[in-house]
């Protein structure tokens, strides 16, 4: 049985009229289906309610397109030779991390912006790194710790990029590793 057959037949199961039936669950259970990006998720929030968008979550993982592309990520020794070698480096941090430092020759499009609430997507991520990259470039992609760098080479590779390259770590590791900065 394939993960979304198995995920189309549970449909039914999780239907709020049928949560009472599992009430006792008080642990997150996680179908995650095997080389996509996409994964639904069901819980029980104080063992009593369903997260309120688990449907929307299934139903988009059910739904997703094969052409959703999962970004290989790399150690930053790897993103360092990349770079050596002619990749182009995208610093998607926000711009007052790009100031306190980054690596040589980096270029800085934020993913997310601070807000008063915390953080916000960039809404113009997409048009911002198109003024500066072409989408056949080779772009290693990288944030301060390796989450938002991640999920900006996932938007990026769905958006028709096709030569992103994560750099795990960020550059937390970047400068953990002694590698060059400015």
């Not at 369903?50 to 790399?74: C, G, Y």
């Not at 601070?114 to 911002?128: A, V």
Request: hydrophobic letters at 35%; aromatic letters at 8%; proline letters at 5%.
């Amino acid at each position: 049985m394939t993960t979304r057959s198995l995920i189309s037949s549970a449909l039914p199961l999780l239907r709020p009229r049928n949560l009472n039936r599992f009430r006792h669950l008080s642990s997150i259970v996680t179908i995650a289906q095997p080389k996509q990006s996409n994964s639904a998720f069901v819980g029980t929030r104080n063992n009593y309610g369903l997260q309120s968008n688990f449907r929307s979550r299934i139903m988009s993982m059910s739904t997703a397109s094969e052409s959703d592309k999962a970004p290989k990520s790399v150690h930053v020794s790897v993103a360092h030779e990349l770079v050596q070698s002619g990749h182009r480096y995208l610093d998607v941090r926000t711009s007052e991390e790009f100031t306190a430092g980054h690596p040589p020759g980096a270029v800085n499009v934020p993913y997310l912006f601070r807000t008063g609430g915390g953080m916000t997507k960039n809404p113009n991520f997409l048009e911002e790194v198109l003024k500066h990259f072409g989408e056949d470039d080779e772009i290693v992609v990288a944030c301060q710790k390796g989450m938002r760098s991640l999920k900006a080479a996932a938007d990026l590779s769905n958006a028709g990029f096709s030569n992103i390259t994560d750099v795990a770590g960020g550059y937390s590791e970047w400068t953990a590793n002694g590698l060059p900065t400015e």
